[in-house]
């Protein structure tokens, strides 16, 4: 089955500066990719994705890059603020469904 | 938010006994997946159901079984319940057919003692 890893595991900044996470899949045929954001005790929520013909998505301060080539794709916070402090998935699909998720980030954006 | 919903939210059980998690949405997706989460593992599937009575296993699916007799509800069971299944227990829906993004219910906190 797909293996996504993610990085770093845990990340610290200052408020205002950026934030990027790291993910690497290894099935090539996987051809869409979410990223999810939890906050303590609360559900994983969708906060942007990518499919396999794109390679850059932007959402106001949130950025998803794909290299299909090296199989990896990587989540870009600009300007973060405390309200961005939780934990980041990344995850990989194949067809659609079996989403295989990284082990995520725990992000703390210091004020 | 209204769609998705499991129960019970807490359960704390002993080693052995069996215990059923539902999940029921209100939207009439077809997909729906069990997960669980655990510190330094992330989110791992451990079964899904692509229609009513159509389910098929994750990478975690050993000692779990589920059921989906109806559209709206899909039953997750430990049939005898260990120390390592304590975990949290989410269920998802896919929303926009298979393409589409999947939304997580609230989560069901599982302890075995």
């Known amino acids: 089955g797909e293996n996504v890893e993610q990085h770093p595991s845990t990340l610290s900044v200052q408020e205002g500066d950026s934030a990027v996470i790291k993910c690497t899949y290894s099935d090539s045929a996987s051809n869409y990719f979410p990223w999810y954001k939890q906050e303590l005790g609360k559900r994983p929520q969708l906060i942007i994705d990518i499919r396999s013909n794109v390679g850059e998505k932007k959402d106001q301060r949130i950025a998803v890059t794909l290299n299909k080539t090296a199989k990896h794709f990587s989540l870009h916070i600009t300007e973060t603020q405390p309200e961005d402090s939780a934990v980041y998935f990344c995850?990989?699909?194949?067809?659609?469904?079996?989403?295989?998720f990284g082990t995520g980030t725990s992000l703390t954006v210091i004020p | 938010d209204a769609g998705i919903t499991q129960s019970p939210r807490h359960k704390v059980t002993e080693t052995g006994t069996p215990v059923t998690l539902r999940c029921h949405q209100t939207e009439n997706h077809r997909y729906m997946y069990w997960y669980r989460q655990d510190p330094g593992h992330g989110l791992r599937l451990i079964h899904y159901s692509y229609g009513v009575k159509d389910t098929d296993k994750g990478e975690v699916s050993d000692g779990y079984s589920v059921s989906r007799s109806k559209t709206e509800d899909f039953l997750l069971t430990l049939e005898s319940a260990t120390s390592s299944q304590t975990s949290v227990y989410f269920c998802?829906?896919?929303?926009?057919?298979?393409?589409?993004?999947?939304?997580f219910g609230e989560g069901s906190r599982l302890t075995v003692l």
């Open positions: 998802a829906i896919q929303r926009s057919g298979i393409t589409g993004e999947l939304f």
């Open positions: 995850a990989a699909s194949i067809a659609g469904n079996q989403f295989y």
